[in-house]
């Protein structure tokens, strides 16, 4: 009989993947010098998808967004990731993230993001609090037994680590907030933990999501997909890749050398108080594997959430954060207009090329494809997949 994988939502022939972990068992260990790509196939693979979704999002902890989406009691915002509907809110006692699937008849108890008083599903209006517990069920006096007040929607566990907010359904996994410590003075330093938020961004991407992470934490494509946009000012052979730590990894895209401060500030937004000179003149792109992209300007961070959808089709949510005193300004909303325009610009860029290249590698044809030194996070996310998929 086939041995068969257990996954939440799929059963599969465990050797529907095995070829594949085969591939990737024969890069560990091996030097950046040696890197190379993942299989092309685990870019559209819905079995590999599945495996991916089984044993490193669902069991890793996986970034949703940041405090400043949820500054006052009441405060909510609903996001689905690897097929839970979740519904982040700030209540009395804080933050608290859980399932917004009804325990009546599984309809979502909530859209979108807002502020409220509690939540009444739309279905037969059973009614929720901020904490989840259930308040009124109308007309199930007759069901013996049920108690309303013996009912709370399922919690699930969340770390705040400087100001994002991280959850993860496996419950015996370390502190998140301990894996990122090295991490958090770099944050620190862009005082995370207080920004304001400006603007949210979400793309529909008909691509996997590695593919997406890939590309945000990479400067090699500069001088040939943004040479009329980012090239000139932020020159891809500057690029360099730092060190990382244990779950992380780090791009830093400095200014030209005679670049003007002009060209990496944006008019109307307020650099971060005591920033280093070289963090005034350069962006710093992280990866907190597997969904979470920042892109850290001395005037702005951006928050990117992954949500894969299929093996080719994936969410990007992006939440702009900004220093306070610049949402303070009268001229914030301009500010936006122009901020989201000149992004919108960059990222149809990435977005065109990166369809194609979800097209392309369905070849016959395509390999795994060697890496260079300038795209070395590429290697960093496979090897942090490699350390999650392989036994
Ligand atoms: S499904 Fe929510 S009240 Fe019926
Ligand atoms: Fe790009």
Redesign the pocket.
């Known amino acids: 009989m086939t041995e068969l994988l257990s996954l939440k939502d799929i059963t599969l022939p465990a050797d529907a993947v095995a070829h594949l972990l085969d591939e990737m068992r024969e890069d560990l260990g091996k030097g950046a010098e040696h890197s190379r790509t993942l299989p092309p196939e685990s870019y559209h693979s819905a079995a590999f998808f599945a495996l991916e979704q089984a044993k490193v999002f669902r069991a890793d902890w996986m970034c949703i967004g940041h405090v400043a989406q949820l500054v006052n009691v009441g405060d909510y915002f609903s996001i689905d990731i690897v097929g839970e509907a979740l519904l982040a809110v700030r209540s009395a006692e804080g933050i608290r993230v859980m399932s917004r699937v ?6 979502p ?1 909530v859209e979108g993001t807002g502020n409220a008083r509690g939540f009444a ?6 009614s929720y609090g901020l904490d989840g517990q259930m308040l009124g ?1 109308p007309s199930m006096e007759q069901a013996n037994g049920f108690s309303p007040k013996a009912q709370r929607l399922p919690q699930i566990r969340t770390e705040i680590v400087s100001g994002l907010i991280f959850i993860t359904f496996d419950e015996t996994i370390g502190s998140i907030g301990e894996r990122l410590h090295d991490l958090v003075p770099l944050l620190d330093r862009y005082h995370l933990a207080d920004l304001a938020q400006a603007l949210t961004l979400d793309y529909d991407c008909d691509f996997n999501w590695k593919i997406a992470a890939e590309t945000f934490m990479e400067c090699y494509h500069h001088s040939s997909v943004h040479r009329r946009t980012l090239e000139h000012s932020f020159p891809g052979r500057l690029s360099s890749i730092g060190e990382g730590g244990e779950g992380w990894s780090i791009c830093h895209q400095p200014l030209r050398a005679k670049g003007e401060l002009s060209e990496i500030l944006t008019p109307g937004l307020v650099p971060f108080e005591g920033l280093a000179e070289a963090d005034m003149r350069q962006i710093n792109l992280l990866q907190i594997f597997p969904n979470c992209l920042l892109g850290m300007d001395p005037d702005r961070v951006s928050v990117t959430t992954l949500l894969p959808i299929s093996a080719e089709l994936t969410v990007w949510h992006r939440v702009v954060l900004v220093n306070p005193a610049a949402k303070a300004r009268e001229d914030f909303p301009e500010t936006m207009a122009r901020m989201q325009e000149r992004g919108k610009g960059i990222a149809a860029e990435d977005l065109e090329v990166n369809g194609i290249q979800q097209r392309a590698l369905h070849s016959a044809f395509a390999k795994a494809g060697r890496l260079s030194h300038l795209e070395r996070t590429v290697w960093q996310q496979a090897n942090y997949l490699r350390s999650r998929l392989i036994d």
Do not use: V, Y
Not at 102 to 107: D, E, K
Not at 121 to 126: E, N
């Open positions: 009804c325990l009546h008849r599984w309809m108890i599903c739309p279905f037969h209006s059973w069920a």
